[in-house]
């Protein structure tokens, strides 16, 4: 099955040489290309909201595969519509479709169907590839259109995505195709697109909901986006940036009814294997029960004996820490595994980690080195020492560099209140450092 294009010659040249000038002339081929899990671009005609297009696929450094994302503005086919199977033609060659990646997308979502009728008339899909061919002539597809529903549909195709993207452990990036506002004056769109585009950039998908109906915002891909948003953090994006916005008014000079059109990046984290040590030891004992095994083969690091505690944040806060002054396993390895799990079930200040939450947790694990006796108080450094506080039985740590911390004398308090130490009581000192991995 061969899906024609139908927005070529109205949207963008239909030839192929002037399609070629016309796109060299708003991408920059001087931009910095990074490892980008996905991005939001525009779909409007390229005179309007091709310069915000090109800035933001001229970031990205291209892979095999694109999922596309688009809202479904003709009203035509399933609510929930994926192509598994045949070839996408524009002027710039045919693409075409990710049957594989397809097929596990739709498998892994309870909300998705095949379809081709959504996709026949649907111009937002389209108008992406001629960017992405003008990069890469042999990149693959998997186009998918959204209807109108709830948030709950949209983030359960983002996470069937993520899945497959995964199980196939496939190179490819999501993008998710809207414009923002739509046919409002210059500043009304701007202080609405500016709402929704916070929204994103924080990766808050229920607050990108929350915001296009309390003000309503007549952002038409808004569901792509809550898709993508989804996907990026199960794939590991833990910040977006926003590479360029604009309205129609600053193509044709009227700004008394414009479109908006943003183009962001979601940017790819990469895990140190310390971390991601500790994260699948967490995500098999909350989903399975069970203690995973050190790797067979261990780093230098992961092979000494060391004290070492993990922390797990969520949304930025705390949600567990735990940890050991002194190695108390064989190696790092197994120490990490350890705390990792006690961190996540056993913090006497949290409730145990749920299987909900895995997905938006981060990792941070800080390998110690032997605590040393304080000889001089004043040559510590809350930012770049830890510390350790004993009296008798009773010892009380502090990591460096924590928030909130920024001074000895505070350390100290803290050390002190966290073991029970009484204001006037005798008390030793030690420092140490740490390497901490994420």
């Not at 044709?252 to 009814?257: E, N």
């Not at 790092?332 to 997905?359: C, G, K, W």
């Amino acid at each position: 099955m061969i899906r024609e294009a139908i927005t070529a010659g109205r949207f963008y040249p239909d030839s192929p040489v002037e399609l070629r000038e016309t796109i060299a002339g708003m991408v920059d081929d001087k931009a910095i290309r990074e490892e980008i899990v996905g991005l939001v671009s525009p779909h409007a005609g390229y005179i309007y909201s091709g310069s915000v297009a090109g800035a933001t696929i001229s970031r990205i450094k291209m892979k095999d595969t694109f999922i596309i994302l688009g809202p479904n503005h003709t009203g035509l086919g399933k609510a929930f519509s994926i192509m598994i199977e045949g070839t996408w033609r524009t002027p710039l060659g045919d693409v075409k479709i990710d049957s594989d990646l397809a097929r596990r997308i739709l498998a892994s979502s309870a909300y998705l169907e095949e379809d081709y009728d959504a996709h026949r008339l649907e111009h937002s899909i389209e108008v992406q590839l001629p960017f992405l061919q003008y990069f890469k002539n042999d990149i693959k597809l998997v186009p998918i259109v959204l209807a109108h529903a709830d948030g709950a549909a949209y983030k359960e195709i983002g996470r069937a995505m993520a899945r497959a993207v995964k199980d196939l452990k496939r190179e490819a990036v999501i993008i998710a195709s809207s414009d923002m506002t739509h046919y409002e004056s210059q500043t009304s769109a701007q202080e609405k697109d500016t709402q929704a585009i916070d929204a994103i950039l924080t990766l808050d998908e229920d607050k990108l909901i929350e915001k296009v109906e309390e003000i309503n915002i007549s952002m038409c891909g808004y569901a792509p986006v809550v898709s993508l948003i989804t996907a990026a953090k199960a794939l590991g994006a833990k910040k977006a940036e926003l590479v360029k916005y604009q309205t129609s008014g600053d193509t044709t000079g009227d700004y008394r009814s414009v479109v908006g059109y943003a183009g962001l990046i979601f940017k790819n984290y990469r895990i140190s294997p310390i971390a991601k040590l500790a994260k699948e030891a967490v995500e098999t004992f909350i989903r399975d029960g069970n203690i995973i095994p050190p790797p067979n083969k261990l780093s230098t690091e992961m092979g000494k004996r060391a004290g070492v505690f993990v922390s797990l944040h969520k949304s930025g806060q705390l949600r567990g820490c735990i940890g050991t002054f002194e190695a108390a396993q064989e190696n790092v390895a197994r120490e990490i595994i350890t705390n990792a799990v006690s961190s996540a079930t056993r913090d006497p200040r949290f409730p145990p980690v749920a299987v909900s939450e895995l997905e938006g947790l981060e990792y941070s694990v800080d390998v110690l080195t032997k605590p040393m006796p304080v000889k001089d108080k004043n040559k510590l450094n809350p930012k770049k020492y830890g510390l350790i506080v004993e009296c008798d039985f009773r010892r009380g740590l502090l990591l460096p560099d924590l928030e909130g911390v920024d001074t000895v004398d505070r350390q100290i308090d803290i050390c002190c209140q966290k073991a029970g130490i009484a204001p006037d009581e005798t008390i030793h000192l030690y420092w140490f450092r740490v390497k901490r991995y994420k």
